[in-house]
């Protein structure tokens, strides 16, 4: 865990680029904004190579694709590994829609993504492991999720990340585990969307060290979702997502080891 990271990432405001999906592009925009990082999203082919040129790291959601998108995520991803930019991926959905499971594991063949994030039903699809997943949602299974998560990475050769009430973050041998958060996340659609273009923001200002810059923003995302929701008294989403909004602006490193919990 290298929760100094927070602080570089808000001296070097690293240019994200995100290919989001048109029902959480504000947030995904908002997000990575507040935690001090800058945003950009493109849906045009004709500019990838230029887009990734000038950012420090790309985030593809593969949300809400159709045919001509499927070509520019991957001209996107091929372009970040050509020009050495940390590449993550998040596969929406994988675990309910064969179509998608199949779009997410050709993309993967022919551009080497860094970083996997997912729920347990979409990181159970990616491992081949049995799981019921439901829609966006993780659904239910009942195989230990840290080895669903170390067959993933080892069969797609990353780190990957496997939120839900705990994170699981492996590189396919060493594993971490966050265990804070709030279930509140689950009640604003694009949490996860959040998470993925954030752990991008950190990748950027790693050095190198994915695993690292993973197990870091999945702590900051999660403590600063549990800081906001131990100021509600009630379950109110819409409160919720406002607030994480400033909390992942105002939030220190300080306000985080207070009540980090991971191993
Ligand atoms: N039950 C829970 N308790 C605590 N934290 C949770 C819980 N479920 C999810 N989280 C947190 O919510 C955040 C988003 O992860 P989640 O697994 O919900 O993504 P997702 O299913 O892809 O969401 P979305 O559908 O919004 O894209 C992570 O920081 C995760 O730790
Ligand atoms: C609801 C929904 N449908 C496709 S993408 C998305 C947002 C969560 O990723
Ligand atoms: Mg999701």
Not at 235 to 247: I, K, N, S, V, Y
Request: hydrophobic letters at 45%; a negative charge; glycine letters at 6%.
């Amino acid at each position: 865990m290298k929760l100094e990271l927070l602080d570089q990432l808000r001296q070097t405001n690293p240019v994200v680029l995100n290919i989001s999906n048109f029902v959480t592009v504000q947030d995904v925009a908002n997000g990575i904004n507040a935690i001090g990082a800058s945003p950009i999203m493109s849906e045009e082919i004709a500019e990838t190579d230029e887009m990734v040129a000038i950012s420090s790291a790309v985030a593809l959601n593969l949300g809400a694709f159709s045919k001509p998108q499927v070509a520019h995520i991957l001209k996107m991803g091929q372009s970040a590994n050509a020009n050495h930019k940390p590449l993550v991926i998040d596969p929406v959905a994988v675990g309910a829609i064969s179509y998608r499971k199949q779009v997410a594991t050709d993309l993967m063949k022919q551009f080497q993504v860094d970083v996997i994030r997912g729920n347990a039903g979409e990181i159970a699809a990616l491992a081949d492991v049995e799981w019921q997943a439901k829609g966006i949602d993780a659904g239910s299974g009942d195989q230990d999720l840290v080895e669903i998560a170390k067959a993933a990475a080892v069969k797609q050769q990353c780190v990957v990340i496997l939120s839900g009430e705990t994170d699981v973050i492996t590189d396919g041998q060493k594993v971490a585990r966050v265990h804070n958060g709030t279930p509140l996340f689950q009640l604003h659609v694009g949490s996860g969307d959040m998470l993925s273009s954030i752990v991008a923001a950190f990748c950027a200002v790693s050095d190198g060290d994915y695993f690292e810059a993973a197990q870091t923003a999945c702590l900051v995302f999660a403590a600063t979702g549990e800081l906001v929701a131990n100021q509600l008294k009630e379950e109110r989403p819409g409160t919720f997502a406002a607030q994480l909004m400033d909390e992942l602006h105002l939030v220190s490193v300080a306000d985080i080891e207070k009540i980090a919990q991971f191993d």
